[in-house]
């Protein structure tokens, strides 16, 4: 059962009155998940963070969705996708569930993009089943190296989970961006819709859970290289060179092993979906064409 208080689900409503694609909501794998759908053109997935929700893509999907036909999930055991008690949330159930998504909403093979913890779902996708995809777009992506934040994240992060307070929250979030507060000044009510729908999330103890489960499954130890290596459709890397969660030595280190275009954003830390939309959305319409190299935006 959702849980989300009134304020949570306020906050929701608030940003899906400003976000122009239409929620639907889909059993996928036993899971009650709620999808963000539409646009125009061939298909593309996006799957978000740790902690976040389709909510945060807010700034990059108006632009995204002139060139794509956009779907974007909030995965198992986030947002307003509570995964019931009676069914187990093991990385197995995550791949069917992508695998089920896919199904039910791209009419062609579409391009998958995974950010943090969503990137190593779709890298570990990818990796099984890279026949259903037309390209692979992993943006400061989990699982290409172990989970070894910088210390002082770490310790920010770890206070947020032990005491979920509108003032750790911003702390944490503040470690994560360059330019917190230009952000929080661009977005205005729209960033009061994201704190307080992420600070309700992080509170619900069925989503608590869930962030611990999809942490073990898929963020906590390095994708063999063998299986990353099998990925057989383009794959392209984009990087915040200041992302405090997962090191940009890992993305580097990826491109040079594999051959896969590296963009890194100057001025970025570990949502540049949120603090440069602009440079992110770029570097996705170069993934589309295969032929590009890497860059620093």
Same mark, same amino acid.
């Given at each position: 059962?959702?849980?989300?208080?009134?304020?949570?689900?306020?906050?929701?409503?608030?940003?899906?009155?400003?976000?122009? !694609?239409?929620?639907?909501?889909?059993?996928?794998?036993?899971?009650?998940?709620? /999808?963000?759908?539409?646009?125009?053109?061939?298909? =593309?997935?996006?799957?978000?963070?740790?902690?976040?929700?389709?909510?945060?893509?807010?700034?990059?999907?108006?632009?995204?969705?002139?060139?794509?036909?956009?779907?974007?999930?909030?995965?198992?055991?986030?947002?307003?996708?509570?995964?019931?008690?009676?069914?187990?949330?093991?990385?197995?159930?995550?791949?069917?569930?992508? #695998?089920?998504?896919?199904?039910?909403?791209?009419? #062609?093979?579409?391009?998958?993009?995974?950010?943090?913890?969503?990137?190593? /779902?779709?890298?570990?996708?990818?990796?099984?089943?890279?026949?259903?995809?037309?390209?692979?777009?992993?943006?400061?992506?989990?699982?290409?190296?172990?989970?070894?934040?910088?210390?002082?994240?770490?310790?920010? $992060?770890?206070?947020?989970? =032990?005491?979920?307070?509108?003032?750790?929250?911003?702390?944490?979030?503040?470690?994560? =961006?360059?330019?917190?507060?230009? /952000?929080?000044?661009? !977005?205005?009510?729209?960033?009061?819709?994201? $704190?307080?729908?992420?600070?309700?999330?992080?509170?619900?103890?069925?989503?608590?859970?869930?962030?611990?489960?999809?942490?073990? &499954?898929?963020?906590?130890?390095?994708?063999?290289?063998?299986?990353?290596?099998?990925?057989?459709?383009?794959?392209?890397?984009?990087?915040?060179?200041?992302?405090? &969660?997962?090191?940009?030595?890992?993305?580097?280190?990826?491109?040079?092993?594999?051959?896969?275009?590296?963009?890194?954003?100057?001025?970025?830390?570990?949502?540049?979906?949120?603090?440069?939309?602009?440079?992110? /959305?770029? #570097?996705?319409?170069? $993934?589309?064409?295969?032929?590009?190299?890497?860059?620093?935006?």
């Amino acid at each position: 059962m959702n849980r989300t208080s009134t304020v949570g689900a306020g906050a929701r409503q608030r940003l899906l009155a400003q976000i122009p !694609l239409t929620e639907h909501h889909r059993d996928l794998a036993g899971v009650p998940t709620a /999808v963000l759908e539409g646009g125009e053109g061939p298909p =593309m997935v996006i799957l978000h963070g740790l902690g976040q929700t389709s909510l945060g893509w807010i700034r990059v999907i108006p632009d995204l969705m002139s060139s794509w036909t956009l779907v974007v999930p909030d995965l198992p055991g986030q947002g307003a996708s509570e995964v019931p008690r009676d069914v187990p949330l093991t990385a197995g159930r995550v791949m069917e569930w992508l #695998a089920e998504l896919i199904t039910a909403t791209c009419p #062609a093979p579409p391009v998958l993009v995974g950010h943090n913890l969503g990137g190593a /779902v779709a890298a570990r996708f990818a990796s099984a089943h890279g026949d259903r995809l037309a390209a692979l777009v992993l943006v400061d992506a989990f699982g290409l190296g172990p989970f070894r934040p910088k210390p002082r994240f770490a310790v920010t $992060a770890a206070t947020y989970q =032990m005491h979920t307070t509108a003032r750790s929250r911003d702390r944490m979030l503040g470690r994560c =961006m360059v330019d917190y507060d230009g /952000v929080r000044d661009d !977005l205005g009510e729209r960033w009061d819709g994201i $704190a307080d729908y992420v600070l309700d999330r992080a509170r619900t103890p069925a989503v608590r859970s869930g962030n611990r489960t999809l942490m073990k &499954e898929f963020a906590l130890f390095a994708i063999p290289p063998a299986d990353l290596a099998a990925i057989p459709v383009p794959t392209t890397l984009v990087w915040g060179r200041h992302d405090p &969660e997962t090191r940009l030595r890992y993305g580097e280190d990826a491109a040079v092993r594999f051959g896969w275009p590296l963009h890194v954003l100057d001025d970025c830390g570990a949502d540049a979906h949120l603090e440069h939309p602009d440079a992110l /959305v770029a #570097a996705l319409r170069a $993934a589309s064409h295969p032929a590009h190299g890497g860059s620093r935006s």
